[in-house]
């Protein structure tokens, strides 16, 4: 092998490696998951086109009221009551309905909703791409969520509570939940539970894109010392 060779040898070495690299990292993320849905993604609920994240981030002219983070998928109609969970035991005080009214309401549960509560269409988008057209979608309901598990609809009040406080107090007065400032794994939001505290959209290593493992209940266990 002259020394050209080997060159090419180690280039084509090299090219395997980072490809690799490349692969791993893109199955880590968003790509490998149902809400990749670009033609390319793996669920049966997809559009047309090659984008991701369009559907829900755009570079520029974000929606105003819900600039958390650069969100581009048109919101549920303002006047939904989802309705929230109660229950006697229940130590938090501020579970408060979920609504976007204003911008200091803008949850991360709102951007969840604007899809999974099946009444606004996936590709409706506040500023479509000036490089594709709006994709088509297949496996929708006149281009919503079909009713399935995914569908969460509009009543909130038999799902785990979201969009109240975690602080100190809640768990001195709880006694069976990890101090705040120690959680590990899940995420609050301006210190409250949302949905996205116990799912970040992008992740595909725990299925259900949850953020800690349901092994064993680990996701359960961060937050409920039971
Ligand atoms: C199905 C909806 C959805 C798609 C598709 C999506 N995201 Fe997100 N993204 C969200 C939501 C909701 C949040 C806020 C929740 C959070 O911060 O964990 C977020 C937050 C973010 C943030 C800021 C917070 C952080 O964790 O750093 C970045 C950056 C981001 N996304 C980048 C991307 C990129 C890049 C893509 C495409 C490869 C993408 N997202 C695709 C829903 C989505
Ligand atoms: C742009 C629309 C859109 C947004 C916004 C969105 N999702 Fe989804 N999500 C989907 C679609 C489509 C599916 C696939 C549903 C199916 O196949 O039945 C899905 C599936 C899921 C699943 C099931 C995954 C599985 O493996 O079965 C979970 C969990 C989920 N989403 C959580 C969230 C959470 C939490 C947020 C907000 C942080 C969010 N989604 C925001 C469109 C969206
Ligand atoms: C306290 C943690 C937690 C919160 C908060 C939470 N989820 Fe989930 N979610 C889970 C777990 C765990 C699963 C997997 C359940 C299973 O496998 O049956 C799940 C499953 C799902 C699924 C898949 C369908 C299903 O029923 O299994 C969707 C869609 C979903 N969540 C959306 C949301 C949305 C939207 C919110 C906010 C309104 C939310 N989640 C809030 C823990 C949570
Ligand atoms: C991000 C932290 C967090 C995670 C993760 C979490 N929870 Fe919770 N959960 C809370 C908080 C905080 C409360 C409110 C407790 C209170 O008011 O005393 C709560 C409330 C509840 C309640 C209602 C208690 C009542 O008195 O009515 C149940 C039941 C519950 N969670 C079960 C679960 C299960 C099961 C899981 C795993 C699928 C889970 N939680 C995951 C934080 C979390």
Redesign the pocket.
Known sequence: MNKRDRTKVFMAGLLIALTGVFAGGAWAGISAT??N?SNGGP???KGDGTEICI??HTPHDAIKTANIPLWN?QLSALNISYGVYTSPTLNATDVTDVKMITAADAT?TN??L???DGTVA?NSFNNPSNLETVPVMVGTTAGK?PV?N?NLGTDLTNDHPVNFTYDQTLADADKFLTAPASLVGVKLFSNKVQ??SC?D?HLSTN???LRVSMSGSALCLSCHTK
């Open positions: 149902k809400h849905l669920g049966t609920i559907f829900c998928k991360v951007l969840c604007s899809c999974h996936i969520l399935g995914s949905c996205a799912h959209p299925g259900a894109f």
